[in-house]
């Protein structure tokens, strides 16, 4: 977990990753592939709280969604969250309504470093479009849901302690933004 001392490829210097950095934004941004490299240029473990629900769970995100509902959901998600943020620092990519839930924030803003990856939504779109695994996205018209969870979430996703925009780039370009925003670079 020990990250490297060369800023210039991106990686902290100093030492070990003090404190989680949370991922939060809009399904489809790039927080999972984002974090990844984040991680990997920190030196830090990755972790997906979406893959650790469904090992928790024994199901899939859109198997819960479908038999016990977004609110049971939820409560799985905080509770596999709060699980992560008391444990070491780790890079966390969120669920997208994550964030959203009130107590959950109030965990990642007490125990963790939030950026909200922030994307146009039409390149959102284009990404999510790809595969029909989004349960919010199962409804008519799935482009009008996406653009009004977008108008809904923006302002919460705007308390993150730093912005950065994932736009159409490797996430490579991504990680070394958050990286340089939070002086880890």
Known sequence: MTAQSDAS????????????????????????????????????????????IEKAAGLSVQEIFERHGE????????RVIERLLNGPPIVLATGGGAYIDPTTRALMKEKATTVWLRADLDLIWKRVNRRDTRPLLKRDNPRQVLADLNAVR???Y???????????????EAAKAICEKLGLA
Not at 158 to 164: L, S
């Open 154 to 156: 923006a302002p919460i």
């Open 71 to 78: 609110p049971e959901f939820r409560r799985g998600e905080r």
């Open 158 to 172: 705007a308390e993150a302690d730093v912005v950065v925009d994932s736009g159409d780039q490797p996430a490579s």
């Open 9 to 52: 490829d991106g990686s902290a210097g100093g030492g070990r990753l003090q404190r989680t950095i949370a991922l939060v934004g809009l399904m489809g941004v790039g927080k999972s592939t984002v974090g990844r490299k984040l991680a990997e240029s920190l030196g830090a473990p990755f972790v997906d709280s979406d893959e650790e």
